[in-house]
């Protein structure tokens, strides 16, 4: 059968961490990067890439069975992804939780409308954790979830102390408090304050002439991002930051813990461990591609998110080979 013709609008982290994983999936060909800079701005990992303007996209649906969309959240997908849902079909990470139903309602239309699927929110948080809750939740009713992100670089946290006056950069790392992970570990029912859960730790390059304390006091008392939270704060040096914190760390945990009969505990843990957070993030979206294409095939057309799709459309094998060898 002939490869899954994939497309790439947007290379950035993801973006390129896309062109990374379709190299590990041979039943998929890269056909072309999309992009709103000028195409010469683009390096594409391997030379024979063509590079498009984005404008171009509409006049190539015959050239593309998927298109990923590696947009930022925040101002790229709300308006790229019901654009590009009704001439593709198209999977994204759209990763804002408290939007997603919205957003899913804004994919459906124009999918539907043009007889295309659109797999919205693919990627680890959301994503697979999402899985591992909605499983864990089913298979022990009588229980808690507990969701831990890190040891973790956090990009919204990172900007937003990068924007205080005197820091000249900066990184946040979020890291779960490990007492309280044994705690949801052990089966304990107690629900954990956002304080228990989460530690923040920053590391800090400060402007010339800056206030340390200053600085300090305005990171750890910054409602929403850290006045709920136990911060540490580091003053480092421009080397140092440029050596010891330019990978994308991240992972976390989702911990079910429940009871079947009084008295008998049960736990489900699934973790991720990554040292790249966009390069998994990547490898996530292109697996779910290949079930969007599938479900395409199907007939099955409008929005879908990951509770939607079959594992077994993940895989690149038949499902005669998956019940041989994985069951
Ligand atoms: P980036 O900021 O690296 O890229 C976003 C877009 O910005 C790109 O598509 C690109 O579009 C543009 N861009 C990138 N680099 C430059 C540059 N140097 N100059 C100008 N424009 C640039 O974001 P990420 O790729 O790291 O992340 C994308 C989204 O993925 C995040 O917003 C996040 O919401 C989501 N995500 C989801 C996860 C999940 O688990 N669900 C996990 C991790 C991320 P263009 O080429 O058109 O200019």
Redesign the pocket.
Known sequence: TDPIRVAI???????RGVEAAILHNPDMRLVGIY???PAEQ?SPRRPDTPVFA?AELAGHADRIDVLIL?????E?LPQQGPEYAALFNTVD???THARIPDYFAAVDAPARANRKTALI???????MFSINRALGEALLPDGETHTFWGDGLS?GHSDAVRRIPGVAGAVQYTRPVPAAMEQARSGSRRMLTTREKHQRECFVVLQEGADAEQVRDTIVRMPHYFADYDTTVNFISAEELARDHAAMVHGGFVIRSGNTTAGTAQTIEYSLKLES??EF?ASVLVAYARAAYRLHCMGQYGAKTVFDVPPGLLSPKSAEQLRAEQL
């Open positions: 609008a947007g290379h950035g982290n993801l973006g992009t709103r800079r683009i984005i590696c947009g930022g959240s925040k790229d990470s759209f990763d929110s693919a990627g680890w948080d959301p994503g990009q957070n966009p993030t």
